[in-house]
């Protein structure tokens, strides 16, 4: 018999442990898995619901001091290792002739074991590879150097690596319809803007940033709308598949990206919140919304008329290299012909279906004289079909995956083959959800940058889901696991750029910490480690109100402010205002706590 091995045997071999950091202080929730019913009820996975419509679903510790991005940039590659045949021995029976093995054989969900991470960075650059970061770079230089000159100072990986970081930073701060201007203020901004580039540099990078070479883009346009940033996109996409494996269920449905300006194939569509954006097919794993295959819809072809048996189309497309799974979809793309193209790749289908399709038979649409919550089944020797009454409709269903009409035992009787398409339905929503939390997009009227914004958005949140499954002991029982995540994944991708500056920022903060980072990395390596024990969470930048005598006027706000306090900094209990997180005199500390820490 083959030897096996299970993939957490693998993963202890080839992963690296990470320390442990404690953040108490922070109560966020993280996403959490939540459907409706078409009643507008609240959907619990102990009380599973049924609708045909599709309804949301659910779902760091500081990474180790990294060198120089430019010297090892292709050190976050994924890296493929051979690892040796670890299963347990066979046991034997008694008459010598079978092998049982003392491990289960079953398919395993999760990242596959050629993935490697060694920190939270390194699982971000598993998908947005130093590939796909050489070939933004030398399209941006290439058009700035078209329009600026002898006048534009090229970009490098570090700088386009600071660039993305900061706009992941600014999603974590719920900063995407804020002006670029108040990131970057003296006062009300964040440090970390200021420290790592000046505004200007940043909107250069915005208004510069390409994707391919815009003089060859005609002749590409005339077979390919999706030209101006195809091949980062087939990159990208190829790394989704490749590094994790769906579980049981899959969900295929469509995501809707916001955007409003000028494109050849933006959709509307009225039943999505945003109306107008442009449009992408997704099959991802239903547990975790992992997206694991992703497709644009750049609309019709050239010349060519409305494209027919679309939704089958993209289901085959999107299931191609799955067997064994069963595939949840909506009723746009469910069909009796698309279930059994489905059971000829070992695959099993479950998703409502319109009444006006051919293959339903007239008598099991019939409505009246029915009972409300009643259902009325009909089979073939490999599909079945239930038709549930509802009080103003008829729910259908139809299944390849379920053989017989069983009815479950809760107070509405709904039957088995509902209940599973409601747990399983809302990958592909939980996806939107959680992407559009901390969405790191901006303003922009360029489509090709609104797709890489959600490039990024989605390669953070996979990366996400590929962290937390390789490391399930990290932040045990916190809830704002995606948040701290996304936090680290920018200060890590800011840093290198922050360290190699050579001129200070003009505000007292951002000098600070842009001077305590260089000291970090000049200093020996012992001393680059020290900070606080593992498991323990940093001091507070800001003491609470500390019950002083009386207010007083903030010492570092201008006095024709007149900006009353009772809040002291912790370390030198100057009185400051809500506006100031420290004192100018202690940001040396305050920083060194939160970046070297």
């Known amino acids: 018999m083959a030897a096996r091995f299970t993939a957490t045997q693998v993963l202890e071999q080839i992963l690296s442990s990470v320390d442990q950091e404690d953040y108490s202080d922070c109560q966020e929730e993280e996403e959490e898995k939540v459907s409706e019913d078409e009643d507008g009820e609240e959907y619990n996975p102990e009380r599973r619901e049924v609708d045909d419509a599709s309804s949301p679903s659910s779902e760091e510790e500081q990474p180790e001091e990294e060198p120089p991005e430019d010297e090892h940039e292709d050190e976050h590659e994924e890296e493929i290792s051979s690892a040796p045949d670890q299963r347990e021995p066979p046991l034997l029976s008694k008459n010598g002739k079978i092998e049982w093995s003392p491990v289960a054989y079953g398919r395993h969900r999760g990242p596959l074991a050629i993935c490697r991470t060694r920190d939270i960075a390194s699982a971000f650059h598993l998908f947005v590879t130093p590939a796909i970061g050489r070939i933004i770079v030398e399209m941006t230089n290439l058009h700035g150097a078209r329009k600026y000159g002898d006048g534009w100072r090229p970009m490098d990986t570090t700088d386009l690596r600071a660039y993305l970081g900061l706009l992941i930073l600014a999603g974590v701060y719920r900063s995407r319809g804020e002006a670029a201007a108040s990131l970057w203020d003296a006062e009300s901004g964040r440090t970390v803007f200021r ?27 005339a077979t ?104 949840t979809c909506g009723n746009f793309f469910t069909s009796y ?16 279906v319109r009444k006006n399709k051919a293959e339903l ?106 962290w937390r499954e390789i490391k399930p002991d990290w932040m045990p029982g916190k809830r704002n696991k995606r948040r701290v995540f996304l936090e680290q994944l ?19 903060a951002a000098s600070a910490l842009v001077k305590v980072l260089q000291s970090a990395m000049a200093a020996p390596p012992d001393q680059q480690r020290e900070g606080p024990a593992a498991g323990t969470a940093a001091a507070p930048l800001v003491a609470p109100a500390t019950g002083a005598s009386k207010r007083k006027r903030c010492q570092l706000c201008p006095p024709k402010k007149d900006s009353k306090t009772h809040t002291v900094c912790c370390r030198c209990m100057k009185y400051i205002c809500c506006s100031h997180a420290y004192c100018h005199t202690c940001a040396h500390w305050a920083f060194s706590q939160d970046w070297t820490g």
């Open 337 to 352: 012909d698309l279930g059994q193209r489905l059971l000829e790749r070992n695959l099993t289908m479950v998703g409502t």
């Open 195 to 221: 420290a790592t580039m000046s505004l200007k540099v940043f909107h250069r990078y915005s208004r510069l940033l390409r994707f391919d070479d815009r003089h060859s883009r005609p002749a590409r346009l």
């Open 361 to 466: 038979p007239p008598v099991l649409l019939e409505s009246s004289g029915r009972q409300v919550l009643s259902s009325r089944f009909a089979f073939t020797p490999t599909a079945t079909l239930v038709n549930l009454a509802k009080r103003n409709k008829n729910v259908l269903l139809l299944s390849t995956l379920h053989t017989e009409g069983h009815i479950s035992h809760r107070r509405d009787r709904k039957p088995a083959l509902i209940l599973d398409y409601n747990c399983n339905k809302g990958g592909v929503d939980n996806l939107d959800k959680v992407v559009g939390t901390y969405s790191c997009s901006r303003m922009t009227a360029r489509w090709p940058l609104v797709v890489f914004h959600n490039i990024l958005d989605v390669s953070s949140y996979i990366a996400f889901v590929i």
């Open 490 to 508: 920018g200060k890590a991708l800011v840093k290198p750029l922050i360290q190699r500056r050579q001129h200070l920022p003009r505000t007292e």
């Open 224 to 327: 390919d709308k999706l030209a101006a940033i195809r091949e980062v996109w087939d990159l990208w996409e190829a790394r989704l598949p490749a590094l994790y494996n769906p579980g049981p269920d899959v969900t295929v449905d469509e995501q809707l990206v916001p955007f409003r300006g000028r494109c050849p194939f933006r959709q509307y569509i009225p039943s999505k919140p945003a109306k107008y954006g442009i449009k992408s097919w997704v099959a991802c794993d239903a547990k975790s919304s992992y997206a694991w295959k992703m497709q644009v819809y750049t609309g019709k072809a050239a010349g060519g008329g409305p494209e027919k048996n679309q939704g089958m189309r993209v289901v085959l497309d999107l299931t191609t290299g799955l067997s064994g799974r069963n595939v």
